[in-house]
């Protein structure tokens, strides 16, 4: 047996470390944490200093179990968890199991930090161990309390007050609530028409555009030009007059490269370049870190890819310098390393951001070992990387103003007369149009040009974009809500409770996830207030930091939410799911509400169940008057024996019992299609095509109850060539065309089967 022992989180770092630490080092996994709070109330204690309970996770106890034989028999521990509050956090609660098992007697255990696994940051980690960070362990554990606190007191009332299976959390509301408010804002947005006004010209074979910017003597806004009337009045104006250029304007423009990958940029541009979610990038990002094996032996490829730092190593920039001096022109090179500052209040996690851990580790170099994600994702890193060390972009930037009678027009042009990091890297960005880098011919001061068509163009204003997972991150950083590590499981949990819907990559509320917004910005503002969230967070990294102390920061949290839970018990379910709408029942005459049911929102009379009437939220009363329910003849309710008609809902047409609401039976129009592929997972039943409540198609076992599993994708009977997984299902995106893909996260496998252009083609067809 080894004499030392050092112990990781990831089974896959463990490998990649014993090729560097050798023969002398006996390396176990804890496979992520190793406790976790009691799930049960009480498990923090409010009133003895907010002591918190903890249990060996069940999964991971056997693992537990192999690191305490093994510390018995070591001379030397080492905790290798990972360089975050999180890793700080599992290494004490290893440290806490092992005394409490009593196995260390007088061994000492020491924490080491690496942030790239590579054989030199390693043995210089062994070499200068430390003692576990009192402070970011006292950080992690404020952050589980307040995540614990809110979600035991407010999920439950939530059950009470909405509905079963509902959740609320610390960090997960406030972000529900970004998307919420912006969906308002778009019911609210009303659409306005203005008009520009342009001619099109040339000179010899080169053609250019001019917009009118001033018209006797005033400069136009947005809406000067309001209407096809006005339109018109303005071309009269202009119609028959000479184009005369009256000045001409050139000057220098650069652009600087944008700072090296952290987290949450890291996150937002694979999900703009890649098409990837959140998630799917940090599980990759986390592959590419804990090593791959590149044919001369397993390394990690990149540095820790949780990190809120744009610094790098002096190490690294070295490096980088040195191979763009090798590989460009000497104009690519400045004369001086380019620094990046923070954004991030606390930026210290980990010393540097998101790079390769060697920039001579070329993306070609190591395709050949990668998965096509793994691949993707290190190329823009080593690319981003590269690029932030590059010289500026210079462009030479033309304007051109032409008089035409009354009027002023501008012609803009743009001419890239130096790529500089451009030549490697760009970034990416939601919602804007790309800069025009339109060439303008040589033009002269005082020279006619012709004008070959004058014209208007006729705009609508368009209202605030839909968050996409990108700009999502983009916004809870910007307002300081969560850390940049908790992202991909924010969206993950909103996904997951059905709160938000991902429709053509853009986030819509549910009506589930609008009742719930309302119920915590009506009932618990201040907590859901984003500069509340954000200064929340403020405190935790003063804790990390030894500024502040834990149960200071709890105890002042924990007062204020307390009370106001306690005054919202009394609270009805009316009072939260319904809303009073100014009409009578013209069933009753009682009002009628909005009111949340198993299948959404909708209309319904205040005096049920007395009275029965009901529509759709999106249905006028004209409407719901001239529908003639459609009785099915040769068949009977199977609950109750009534008649079965066909009835509409918000997610189309239905069977239901004309004795509703005595009867609730329901049961889909159309029978279920099978695809008489066998159930993955239980092996008996056959996975038939369902509709979500929100009317997305997948695909279950029809056994269900008794088996639940489910895959959004179509189901083939292929098995898994990588992981064995008995089916395999198709997926058609228009990046990557359609593709046999694993149903299994972990696995990744995928084959495609048409390239998008094909792809896209058999969807229109």
């Not at 088996?707 to 064995?724: F, Q, S």
Request: hydrophobic residues 35%; glycine residues 6%; aromatic residues 8%.
């Amino acid at each position: 047996m080894p004499a030392n022992l050092l112990i990781v989180e990831s089974p896959s770092k463990a490998k990649t470390l014993k090729k560097y630490l050798g023969k002398d080092f006996e390396i176990l996994a804890s496979y992520g944490h190793v406790r976790g709070l009691v799930r049960k109330d009480g498990s923090v204690d409010v009133d003895h200093d907010f002591a918190m309970k903890y249990q060996v996770i069940a999964k991971n106890s056997k693992h537990v179990d192999a690191i305490v034989e093994a510390v018995k028999d070591a001379e030397h521990i080492f905790l290798a968890t990972d360089p975050d509050r999180e890793g700080e956090a599992i290494s004490w609660h290893l440290l806490e199991i092992l005394r409490a098992k009593k196995v260390l007697g007088e061994k000492l255990v020491r924490r080491v930090v690496f942030h790239e696994i590579t054989e030199s940051a390693v043995k210089s980690a062994i070499a200068n161990p430390r003692d576990v960070d009192a402070n970011l362990v006292d950080a992690q554990q404020a952050r589980s309390a307040l995540d614990y606190l809110v979600g035991f007191n407010l999920s439950p009332l939530l059950w009470r007050k909405i509905r079963q299976g509902l959740s609320a959390g610390r960090v997960q509301s406030p972000a529900l609530r970004m998307i919420c408010e912006r969906e308002l804002e778009i019911r609210a947005f009303v659409t306005q028409e203005y008009w520009s006004v342009h001619f099109d010209s040339h000179k010899g074979r080169q053609k250019f555009q001019a917009r009118l910017i001033e018209l006797s003597g005033g400069k136009l806004e947005q809406f000067s030009i309001g209407s096809d009337d006005q339109h018109k009045t303005v071309l009269e104006q202009l119609t028959g007059h000479p184009a005369k250029v009256i000045s001409i304007e050139k000057k220098r423009k650069q652009r600087s490269p944008t700072a090296p990958f952290t987290t949450s940029t890291l996150q937002q541009e694979a999900v703009r370049k890649l098409g990837m979610t959140t998630d799917r990038a940090m599980r990759t990002a986390q592959q590419i870190y804990e090593g791959i094996d590149v044919g001369n032996g397993t390394v990690g490829l990149i540095t820790y890819m949780r990190t809120d730092s744009v610094a790098l190593a002096t190490e690294a920039l070295a490096e980088i310098r040195e191979y763009i001096e090798q590989n460009f022109d000497k104009e690519y090179l400045p004369a001086q390393p380019v620094t990046y500052k923070n954004k991030a209040k606390n930026a210290q996690e980990a010393h540097e951001a998101i790079r390769p851990t060697s920039i001579t580790r070329t993306p070609e170099s190591v395709k050949a070992y990668l998965t096509a994600d793994q691949f993707k994702l290190y190329e823009m890193i080593w690319k981003r990387t590269l690029a932030c060390q590059m010289s500026p972009a210079r462009f030479d930037m033309t304007a051109v103003d032409i008089e035409v009678g009354p009027g002023r027009f501008r012609a803009n042009g743009q001419v890239l007369v130096f790529p500089g990091f451009i030549a490697v890297y760009q970034e990416d960005a939601d919602d804007s149009e790309e800069e025009g880098d339109a060439r303008l011919p040589a033009l002269a001061e005082g020279e006619e040009v012709p004008i070959d068509k004058l014209y208007g163009e006729q705009h609508f204003t368009q209202p605030p974009p839909r968050f996409t997972e990108a700009s999502l991150v983009k916004a809870l950083e910007e307002f300081g809500i969560g850390r940049p590590s908790t992202y991909a499981s924010i969206i993950s949990t909103l996904k997951d409770r059905e709160y938000v819907l991902l429709e053509k990559k853009r986030f819509t509320p549910t009506d589930t996830g609008e009742v719930v917004n309302k119920f915590l910005t009506e009932h618990f503002s201040q907590y859901v207030d984003y500069n509340f969230t954000a200064k929340l967070e403020d405190k935790l990294d003063e804790i990390s930091t030894g500024k502040r102390e834990r149960v200071p920061v709890l105890d002042e949290f924990w007062k204020g939410f307390h009370k106001q839970v306690e005054e919202k018990q009394g609270l009805s379910r009316k009072e939260v799911t319904q809303e009073a709408l100014d009409e009578a029942c013209p069933k009753c005459s009682k009002p009628l509400a909005i009111r949340l049911g198993r299948r959404g929102r909708f209309i319904g009379c205040t005096a049920y169940p007395e009275c029965d009437y009901t529509r759709n939220l999106n249905e006028t009363a004209e409407e719901k008057a001239a529908e003639v329910p459609v009785v099915i003849e040769d068949r009977s309710c199977p609950s109750c024996g009534g008649q079965l008609v066909i009835k509409s809902g918000p997610y189309g047409k239905f069977v239901g019992c004309a004795n509703y609401p005595k009867c609730k039976h329901i049961e889909p129009l159309e029978k279920p299609k099978d695809t008489g592929v066998t159930c993955p997972e239980c092996k008996h039943g056959t996975l038939i095509e369902r509709k979500s409540r929100y009317g997305k198609l997948f695909y279950s076992c029809n056994t269900y109850p008794k088996c639940k599993y489910a895959t959004w994708n179509p189901p083939i009977a292929e098995p898994c060539p990588k992981c064995a997984w008995p089916i395999l299902t198709v997926k058609t995106t228009k990046r990557r065309g359609t593709e046999k893909v694993c149903p299994q996260k972990e696995c990744g496998y995928a084959e495609q089967i048409a390239p998008p252009q094909t792809a896209a083609a058999a969807e229109e067809s």
